[in-house]
Structures are given as structure tokens and as C-alpha cells.
């Protein structure tokens, strides 16, 4: 009914900079939340920004002033250009929506798109 599709993942070097996009698509009629979580290995899976129900924007505290999350409502696409990468900011990217669908049998609920890895790396 609903698909994320993640792209812009990569190897950069530590202070490089790169841009990810989440397009979502299919019988959508609305989206409340939308935003990345992150997970390195070993450790669970973190909320990194996101465009909240209340149109606000919220951030990681250790992704403040480095990463800004962007989005164009016209093609439900979100972006999250990340800037000063840092090794720590190694990980899986996924993107995350709460939609609610059209038609009789609508139904809300969480999206996941695939993953997208991010290594950053000397």
C-alpha cells in the first residue's frame, strides 16, 4: 500500500558531507510524522531528525547544528543533508512515516523504507 524508497548512501571521509532522500508512495492520503532513524551495529535503533505531527522539527542531540532534515510535501519526499560527518554517524539510515491511506479500508500505521548504509571513513 505504502513504500519508502531511500537513496543518497555512501562512503565519505570524516567531515565530508552527502544527502539522503526518502520518497513515499502509493495510496496515501495523509502523513503525520516523517523522519530517519539510524542504527549502528550493536546498538539499537535511534530516532537521528524528523518533521513531527505538529509540523516541528526535532533532532538528535548529536546531529544539532550538523545535519538539517528538508522536505517537499508536493512529492511526500524527505531529505536529511548531513554535513561534518563524523565515524560515530556510521550506520544504517531508515526512513520513517506514519500514514494514513485512502480509501473504505483505510488504515495508518508506520512505514519503513529498506535502509540505506552510511559509512564514514578514512
Known amino acids: 500500500q505504502v513504500q519508502l524508497v531511500e537513496s543518497g548512501g555512501g562512503l565519505v571521509q570524516p567531515g565530508g558531507s552527502l544527502r539522503l532522500s526518502c520518497a513515499a508512495s502509493?495510496?496515501?492520503?495523509?502523513?503525520?510524522?516523517m523522519g530517519w532513524y539510524r542504527q549502528a551495529p550493536g546498538k539499537q535503533r535511534e530516532l537521528v531528525a524528523a518533521f513531527t505531527s505538529g509540523g516541528s522539527t526535532d533532532y538528535a542531540d548529536s546531529v544539532k547544528g550538523r545535519f538539517t532534515i528538508s522536505r517537499d510535501n508536493a512529492k511526500n519526499t524527505v531529505y536529511l543533508q548531513m554535513n561534518s560527518l563524523k565515524p560515530e554517524d556510521t550506520a544504517v539510515y531508515y526512513c520513517?512515516?506514519?500514514?494514513?491511506?485512502?480509501?473504505?479500508?483505510?488504515?495508518?500505521?508506520?512505514?519503513w523504507g529498506q535502509g540505506t548504509q552510511v559509512t564514514v571513513s578514512s
Open positions: 520513517n512515516a506514519y500514514v494514513r491511506t485512502f480509501g473504505t479500508n483505510s488504515v495508518a500505521g508506520d512505514f
Open positions: 502509493g495510496s496515501i492520503f495523509s502523513i503525520n510524522f
